[in-house]
C-alpha cells in the first residue's frame, strides 16, 4: 500500500473504507473507529500525488511559528490540568507512598477496575468483582457496591449522618473532600483523617486477592484490616506510644467519639 486511495474505492462519487484492522475493536475503540469513519466520509479523492499538509497553517505548509503556538497551547493545557489536580487530598496526607501513589491514579481515574481494563482492550466480565451484581468501575467499587456500602456504615458508625451521603457522590474525590473534619483527642484526630484513605486501600486489596488468589471477600475480616491500617500509619506519631492496638478494637466507637483519654 502507497497511497491513502489503497485504502478505499469510489462509487458514484462516494467513498467506501476498507481498514483493514487486524482485529475488532473493543467497545472504546468502537467509539473512536465511529469518529474516525465520519472524518472520512468528508474525504474526496482526486487525481494526484498523495502529500502532507499542515493543519496550522493555511498553505498547508509547515512552520517553526506554528509549531512553537501549538507547543505553548499543549503546555498552558496541561498547567491547567495540574492546578485542578487535588494536591493536598493524595501528597499532604500522612500515609505510606504506595497508598499515596494509588490513590493519585484513583484520582486521575486510571485504577485498574474492569471497566478501564476493558477500556484499554481487555475481554473481560464487566460484573464488579466484590458484589457481582452491577458493573465494576471506580466509584462502584469503592463507594456503591453492596458490600463497600455495609463496610462504610459500620466504620462510620459513630458519625451516623454522614452515612447517607455517600450514595450520591460522584467521585472518590468528592468523597474525600465531603469527608469532615474530626474534633476531640488527637488521635481520634488523626485516625479519622486517615480512615478514608484506609477503607477504600483495603476494599482494593481484598478485591485483588479475590480475582488473583481466590479468597474470599469477609466483611468483618476487612473491617478488622482497616483498623490495622490505620494503626500502622500512626507508627510515625510519637502520641501513640499511649496507646494499644488492642484498646483501639474494643473501644472504636469511644475513640470515633472522642470520648477517651490517653
Known amino acids: 500500500m502507497k497511497r491513502v486511495s489503497d485504502l478505499g474505492s469510489t462509487i458514484d462519487q462516494n467513498v467506501t473504507w476498507n481498514l483493514r484492522l ?46 512553537f503556538n501549538r507547543l505553548q497551547d499543549l503546555e498552558l493545557r496541561s498547567v491547567a490540568i495540574l492546578r485542578q489536580f487535588p494536591f493536598k487530598l493524595v501528597w499532604k496526607i500522612d500515609v505510606p507512598l504506595k497508598v499515596k501513589l494509588f490513590f493519585w491514579t484513583t484520582l486521575m481515574g486510571r485504577t485498574l477496575t474492569v471497566d478501564n481494563l476493558n477500556h484499554r482492550g481487555q475481554q473481560i466480565s464487566p460484573l464488579c468483582q466484590v458484589c ?16 463497600a ?6 466504620i462510620t458508625s459513630a458519625t451516623p449522618e454522614l452515612y447517607p451521603s455517600i450514595v450520591i457522590m460522584d467521585s472518590i474525590e468528592e468523597w474525600l473532600v465531603a469527608w469532615p473534619r474530626k474534633q ?14 484506609a477503607t477504600i ?21 476487612i473491617i478488622k484490616e482497616i483498623k490495622a491500617s490505620v494503626w500502622y500509619w500512626l507508627g510515625s506519631w510519637i502520641g501513640r506510644r499511649r496507646y494499644r492496638y488492642q484498646e483501639l478494637l474494643m473501644s472504636w466507637d469511644n475513640i470515633m467519639k472522642g470520648e477517651i483519654h490517653s
Not at 482526486?46 to 509549531?67: A, H, I, L, N, Y
Not at 483527642?185 to 485516625?191: A, D, K, L, N
Open 22 to 67: 487486524r482485529r475488532y475493536c473493543n467497545e472504546a475503540e468502537a467509539i473512536q473507529m465511529e469518529g474516525l469513519m465520519a472524518l472520512l466520509n468528508n474525504v474526496v479523492f482526486e487525481e494526484g500525488v498523495d502529500f502532507w499538509s499542515w493543519e496550522r497553517e493555511r498553505g498547508g505548509q509547515f512552520t517553526v511559528k506554528s509549531m
Open 201 to 221: 486501600w483495603t476494599i482494593w486489596k481484598n478485591r485483588n486477592e479475590k480475582i488473583f488468589r481466590n479468597k474470599d471477600i469477609v466483611k468483618d475480616k
Open 132 to 147: 457481582n451484581s452491577l458493573n465494576e468501575s471506580i466509584v462502584h467499587l469503592f463507594l456503591h457496591c453492596s458490600v
Open 184 to 197: 476531640g483527642p488527637e488521635i481520634t484526630v488523626r485516625i479519622w483523617q486517615v480512615l478514608p484513605y
Open 149 to 154: 456500602l455495609e463496610i462504610w456504615k459500620i
